[in-house]
C-alpha cells in the first residue's frame, strides 16, 4: 500500500485552472481519470490525512503511485477530455456502466446507393440512420413487415440484391409488394432513396402527414369507382396504424426527449433510459453499474451522459434530456450537449404534469432492473461461496458462516420498540425462520439497550432448547454433529443422526424448534455501541463461539467486538455485497412489523377490550349509535336495543366503557377549534391509517 505523500506534487506545481488528472499505479497503469474546474484545489482533496477520506477514495490513492494533469482551456474541453480517457483506459476506480446485452437497433443504410432497412447491433455506423433502441430484435422485425407495405424499401443483403440485379428476377418480397425491387429496375435510385427518406420520418414520428395523405388518396380512389385500389390505401393505413400502436403515447404535445432515472444503494446502480420521439416511447436500455468511488445522484447522471451521447450527434442527441438530479456544474455539461446537437439542449428535472408522471415509471423501471440484477448475482452458487469465503477471512472466523443472523432494532420516536431477526443459510434467505421481538423491558427508545435484550431473549431460548436435548452433559456449547459441508436451500443447517435430530432439533409434530440451530455469526444493523451490546448479551450467557460483528450504514464499515477501528471490505468484495442484503433485509423485515404494530395500536378501541364482543357486535353496536362516545353516554336499556345484545352483556360494555379514559378530543388544526360532537370509529374498516394532530404520518421521516 503506497503512501500518498510519497507521490504528492509540491506546493505550487498544480495549476489553478480547468484539467483532467490521472492517478497511475507501480506500473504505470492508470486507475482513475477525474475533470475539474481548479486542479490545484481538487487534488489537495486527495492528500489530506488519511482517516478523513472515504473508503473508495482512501483504497484509490493508496493504490495509486504517481498523478499527473492536462490543463484545458474550459470546462466542457475537460468533460470531452475526461470521457476520452475513460474510454481508453478503462480505470478500475471509475464508474462504468455496463450493457448487460447489445440492444439492437432498426437502421437504415442512407450511406448505400440503395438504402437498405436492416436490424444492427454494437457501434454505429457514420451515415447509417438508427432508430431504437429495441429490447427485442422481433420487436423491429414486425414493425418492418406493417411499413413495408407502405413504404417498400429493400431489405435484402448485398449478396441476394446482386444476384437479382445479375438474374433479372425480384426476390419474394417484390413479387408480394414489400419492396418497390430496384434491383430489376422497377424504380429509379432517386424514387427508392425518396421512399427510404419517407421511412425514415415517419419513424421518427411525423406520422399526421402520410396519414392524411393515404386517406385522401383513398377517398379520391372510391370517388372514382376505384374501389381495390381503394380497398389497397385502406390497408396502407390500418398497417401504419398498428405499427404506431406498438408505441404507446406518453406525451400528448410530440415531445422528442430522453428520460434517464438512477436506481442505487450504496453498492451499485442501476440506469434506464427512455427515448421518446414524437411523444412515443421509441426505445428503452439500462445500465448496471458498481459505485467504486464515492459519487452522487448527480455525477451518476453525468457518466450516463458522457455514455450515451459521447460518440453521438445531431438529431441523436434530443432538444430535451429528463434528469432525477442535475450534475454539478451544470453548464459544462449542457454547453457540451448543445455541441453535440448542434442546437439547444434542456436539461432538467420535471416537476409536474406527464413528464413528471413518465419519469416515476421511469424510476420503478430502474429500480426493478437493480433488484433483478441482484436476484441474479445473490443466486449464483460460486459467488455466494467466495462471498462467505470473504467474510471469513475479514473477520478471522474458522470456517465460512454457513447461517447467519441479523438483527434490527424499528421504533417511532420510541415508540412500539420492536426488533427483527433475519437467517440466511449458505447465502439465500431462509424466511420460514425470521422472528419478530417486542421491547418489554424498558419503555422510550434506546437502541443499544433493545439490542442487548433481543440477543439474550434469543440465546436464552436457544440455550433452553439445547438443556432440554442433554447437550449440557459435557459443559459444551456447540451441537453435536455440526456439518461444515456447503449446503442447499432446503437442506438445515446442522446435520446430526437421524435419532438426534427427531428428538433435539425438531418437536413432537416434526417441525425445526423455533431457535434451536445456532447462527456461526451474528450480524447487528449498527456501529461499535450495537455490537457491544450484543456481544456482553452472549458473555452473560456464557456463549464464546458465535461470532459478532456489526454493519455501520454510513459507511459500509465492518466493526467487530473490542476493536476501536472498523474492518473496510474492498468496495468489490462480494462479502461486503452479502453482509448489505443481510443487514437491508432485516430493516426491512423491522420496518414492516413496526409499521404494522402501530396501525393496530391506532385502530383499537375500548371495545376491544370487553370479553365475549365480537366484531360483529361491535359493528352492530357502532352503527346503531354512531360513535364511540354516543355509546359510552347510553343506558343500560339502550344498549339491549342493538340487536344481539342481552342485558348481562349491556352491563359488561357499559361497565368497560367507564373504566376506559374517554379519546382526546379531535382538533382542527387550520381553525384550532375543538371538535366534541363526535368520537371517531375506531372499529369500522378504514382505507389506511387514521391522521391526527401528532400522527405518525406527519413524523414519518423520523421513522427508524
Known amino acids: ?52 477520506l472515504h473508503p473508495r477514495t482512501r483504497s484509490m490513492v493508496t493504490t495509486a503511485a504517481s498523478v499527473e494533469w492536462t490543463v484545458v482551456s474550459t470546462e466542457v474541453e475537460a468533460l470531452q477530455l475526461e470521457y476520452s480517457w475513460i474510454k481508453e483506459y478503462d480505470p478500475r476506480f471509475n464508474v462504468k456502466y455496463r450493457d448487460d446485452k447489445s440492444y439492437p437497433y432498426l437502421a437504415v443504410t442512407m450511406n448505400e446507393e440503395f438504402p437498405r432497412v436492416q436490424v444492427m447491433r454494437g457501434h454505429k455506423k457514420k451515415g447509417v440512420r438508427y432508430f431504437g433502441p429495441y429490447a427485442h430484435a422481433w420487436a423491429i422485425r414486425d414493425t418492418v413487415d406493417l411499413l413495408l407495405r407502405v413504404f417498400p424499401v429493400r431489405t435484402c443483403s448485398a449478396g441476394v440484391f446482386k444476384n437479382a440485379s445479375r438474374t433479372g428476377r425480384p426476390c419474394l418480397l417484390g413479387y408480394i409488394g414489400k419492396c418497390s425491387a430496384p434491383c430489376v429496375g422497377r424504380v429509379s435510385d432517386e424514387e427508392h432513396r425518396e421512399l427510404a427518406e419517407e421511412f425514415c420520418d415517419f419513424m421518427t414520428g411525423r406520422t399526421g402527414t402520410y396519414l392524411r395523405r393515404l386517406e385522401k388518396q383513398m377517398m379520391e380512389a372510391a370517388d372514382e369507382m376505384e374501389y381495390e385500389r381503394a380497398a389497397r390505401l385502406r390497408d396502407d393505413i390500418e398497417a401504419l396504424k398498428k405499427a404506431m400502436e406498438k408505441n404507446a403515447v406518453v406525451l400528448a404535445d410530440a415531445t422528442d426527449a430522453d428520460l434517464i432515472a438512477v436506481a442505487e444503494d450504496e453498492l451499485e446502480a442501476a440506469v434506464q433510459i427512455f427515448h421518446v420521439r414524437g411523444g412515443r416511447v421509441r426505445g428503452q436500455r439500462g445500465w448496471v453499474t458498481d459505485k467504486v468511488e464515492e459519487i452522487t445522484t448527480g455525477a451518476l447522471v453525468e457518466h450516463a451522459l458522457q455514455q450515451l451521447y459521447g460518440e453521438e450527434t445531431g438529431d441523436a442527441v434530443p432538444k430535451e434530456v429528463l434528469v432525477p438530479a442535475l450534475p454539478d456544474p451544470l453548464d459544462p455539461v449542457q454547453e457540451w450537449l448543445t ?86 443459510e449458505d447465502g439465500l434467505q431462509r424466511k420460514s425462520e425470521y422472528r419478530r421481538f417486542q421491547i418489554k423491558g424498558f419503555e422510550g427508545q434506546d437502541d443499544v439497550r433493545s439490542m442487548h435484550e433481543v440477543i439474550t431473549r434469543r440465546f436464552r431460548r436457544y440455550l433452553a432448547e439445547k438443556e432440554k ?114 443487514r437491508d433485509e432485516a430493516h426491512r423485515f423491522a420496518i414492516t412489523y413496526q409499521r404494522t404494530k402501530r396501525a393496530k395500536r391506532f385502530r383499537s378501541s375500548p371495545l376491544d377490550d ?82 391526527s394532530a401528532g400522527a405518525p404520518d406527519e413524523r414519518r421521516g423520523q421513522e427508524r
Open 339 to 424: 455541441g453535440r446537437r448542434g442546437s439547444n439542449v434542456s436539461l432538467r428535472i420535471p416537476q409536474r404534469g406527464d413528464k413528471r408522471a413518465l419519469m416515476e415509471t421511469v424510476e420503478r423501471n430502474a429500480q426493478q432492473a437493480l433488484v433483478l440484477h441482484k436476484t441474479k448475482r445473490a443466486s449464483d452458487l460460486t459467488t455466494r461461496s467466495r462471498a462467505l469465503e470473504e467474510i471469513a477471512d475479514a473477520l478471522d472466523l474458522d470456517s465460512a458462516p454457513l447461517r447467519i443472523e441479523c438483527y434490527d432494532i424499528s421504533h417511532l420516536q420510541g415508540d412500539d420498540v420492536v426488533a427483527s431477526m433475519v437467517v440466511f
Open 469 to 582: 436435548t442433554g447437550e449440557w452433559a459435557d459443559g459444551d456449547n456447540t451441537l453435536a454433529g455440526t456439518s461444515t459441508e456447503p449446503l442447499t436451500s432446503t437442506e438445515p443447517l446442522t446435520t446430526t443422526s437421524p435419532d438426534a435430530l427427531a428428538g433435539g432439533l425438531k418437536d413432537d409434530e416434526g417441525r425445526p424448534k423455533r431457535f434451536a440451530y445456532p447462527p456461526q455469526l451474528v450480524v447487528v444493523d449498527g456501529g461499535q455501541p450495537q455490537v457491544a451490546a450484543a456481544q456482553r448479551a452472549l458473555d452473560e450467557l456464557g456463549i464464546d463461539d458465535i461470532a459478532v460483528c456489526g454493519l455501520a450504514k454510513r459507511l459500509e464499515e465492518v466493526w467487530l467486538p473490542g476493536e476501536d477501528d472498523p474492518v473496510v471490505l474492498p468496495r468489490t468484495s462480494e462479502g461486503l455485497y452479502l453482509l448489505q442484503r443481510v
Open 610 to 691: 370487553v370479553p365475549g364482543l365480537g366484531e360483529t357486535r361491535k359493528q352492530a353496536l357502532i352503527k346503531h349509535f354512531g360513535s364511540v362516545k354516543k355509546l359510552r353516554s347510553a343506558t343500560i336499556d339502550q344498549i339491549c336495543e342493538v340487536p344481539g345484545i342481552g342485558r348481562k352483556t349491556a352491563e359488561t360494555i357499559a361497565a368497560a366503557l367507564a373504566q376506559a379514559a374517554p379519546a382526546a378530543p379531535a382538533v382542527n388544526t387550520a381553525t384550532g377549534e375543538i371538535m366534541e360532537d363526535e368520537e371517531p370509529d375506531t372499529t369500522a374498516e378504514t382505507s389506511g391509517e387514521p391522521v
Open 1 to 52: 500500500m503506497a503512501d500518498p505523500s510519497s507521490y504528492r506534487p509540491k506546493p505550487g506545481q498544480i495549476p489553478d485552472s480547468p484539467g483532467v488528472y490521472r492517478f497511475r499505479d507501480e506500473h504505470r497503469r492508470v486507475i482513475y481519470v477525474g475533470k475539474a474546474k481548479s486542479l490545484r484545489q481538487r487534488l489537495a482533496n486527495y492528500f489530506q490525512d488519511l482517516a478523513g
